[in-house]
């Protein structure tokens, strides 16, 4: 069986509004969907069942990090929400990790829960002049997603860059999910360590997340397609 591939578009907008007239360029498709805290703390949850029943999946990026017994209560909701994807902080301990997947295996939800090793704007420098991590951000990678793994999540965010490391450590089953994408004519951001969507495929991503690239496209539907022939088809 061929592992699954996706890119998932990251609908950072403000508002609704902005949100459903992008989504409505798309007649062909019903592309997936990563929904993050800007837009939910603007909208509230009924908009994501409505982004759900117009057929997306969805990943609700909350990237919780608390408490096991806040994370728990509070990922008991999102799991109620039917999203098909949403994220905890790896750094927040396999047992805070265990909690969130207690919850939604209460619920009985679908939800794949995974968790965020390093963000893809987190430089090696950075992690250790203000995080005091002193360990290579590849080691870190690697031993998070261990955690997660052993936590029974089923995959973890990384940088592209990272996601053979992870099926080495973790197993070709285990998801990597790789925001920090770009096109190689495309400026890199507020990102580091990034890649473009061909490269994200060599290396052994399982879903993209790409957001300025397609949603301050000139044709987002172009660039949407564009995506999925070089990281999904391999064109």
């Known amino acids: 069986m061929t592992k699954e591939k996706d890119v998932m578009i990251a609908c950072d907008f ?9 989504l409505d360029l798309f007649t062909e498709e019903k592309p997936y969907v990563k929904i993050g805290m800007e837009l939910l703390y603007a909208e509230g949850p009924d908009m994501v069942r409505e982004i759900k029943a117009r057929g997306h999946k969805i990943f609700l990026d909350l990237k ?5 017994n806040t994370v728990k209560k509070a990922m008991r909701n999102i799991a109620l929400l039917d999203v098909d994807m949403t994220n905890v902080h790896a750094a927040g301990t396999i047992e805070m990790m265990k909690a969130a997947q207690e919850a939604i295996d209460e619920v009985g939800a679908h939800t794949q829960l995974i968790a965020v090793t390093q963000l893809t704007s987190t430089s090696e420098e950075r992690m250790r002049s203000e995080l005091w991590i002193d360990h290579p951000i590849a080691d870190t990678v690697q031993h998070y997603a261990r955690n997660a ?4 999540l089923a995959g973890v965010v ?17 998801i990597t999910v790789t925001p920090g994408i770009r096109f190689a004519d495309d400026a890199k951001g507020d990102q580091v360590r990034v890649t473009t969507p061909a490269k994200a495929r060599e290396i052994g991503s399982d879903y993209i997340v790409v957001g300025r690239s397609i949603t301050a496209s000139s044709d987002p539907v172009a660039s949407y397609r564009r995506c999925i022939r070089e990281f999904v088809k391999g064109e």
């Open 158 to 174: 990384c940088s592209p860059l990272e996601a053979d490391l992870v099926h080495r450590v973790c197993g070709e089953n285990f």
């Open 149 to 152: 793994e052993i936590a029974g």
């Open 64 to 68: 919780l990090h608390d408490i096991p």
């Open 14 to 22: 403000s508002t609704k509004a902005e949100t459903m007239a992008f």
